[in-house]
């Protein structure tokens, strides 16, 4: 997702305190682990050595990434959310006109999205399919399984 990443307060401050970890604590294990694997003998066929290096690059790329998403956010107050139709950090109460069970997410940005605690990403196809939608309207999201049709029932904060 390129341009603005727009979050609550709360999914900043999770980002924000997992760089700081990764930069510190992250940092210096990967450290004492190139270097514990450097005292065992020749680098060249040392696998554990190799391996420490590429966990050090895999974390330097999450940080990267990380510092990336963070340098262009827009922290957006849920108090200030229109709920007459779905936008960015509404919850929504689905029913799923295939299983005819009701359940609710909240449509945040890519950064924020867990779907094990019901959040789900504004740039995923549900997510996409919904935005705009009002209480009453229905939304038809291809997925690979097939076409899904979703009501909306309540858009709320």
């Known amino acids: ?26 940092r210096q294990e990967a ?45 957006i ?12 950090l509404a919850s929504v109460k689905l029913l799923n006109h295939k299983t005819k069970k009701e359940i609710v997410y909240k449509i945040v940005s890519e950064a924020e999205a867990d779907i094990k605690s019901g959040k789900i990403s504004a740039s995923s196809p549900l997510g996409q399919g919904l935005l705009g939608k009002k209480v009453g309207e229905k939304a038809e999201i291809k997925t690979p399984a097939g076409n899904l049709l979703f009501e909306v029932l309540d858009i709320g904060h």
């Open 1 to 26: 997702m390129s341009g603005l990443n727009y979050l609550t307060q709360a999914g900043f401050d999770q980002l924000r305190s997992e760089l700081d970890h990764l930069k510190t604590t992250g």
């Open 31 to 75: 450290a004492k682990a190139i270097a514990e694997a450097r005292e065992k003998g020749d680098l060249s066929e040392n696998a554990e050595y190799h391996a420490a290096k590429d966990a050090q690059g895999m974390l330097e790329m999450k940080i990267n990434e990380l510092e990336k998403k963070l340098m262009n956010v827009r922290i």
């Open 77 to 88: 107050d849920e108090s200030t959310i229109d709920t007459s139709q779905v936008v960015l």
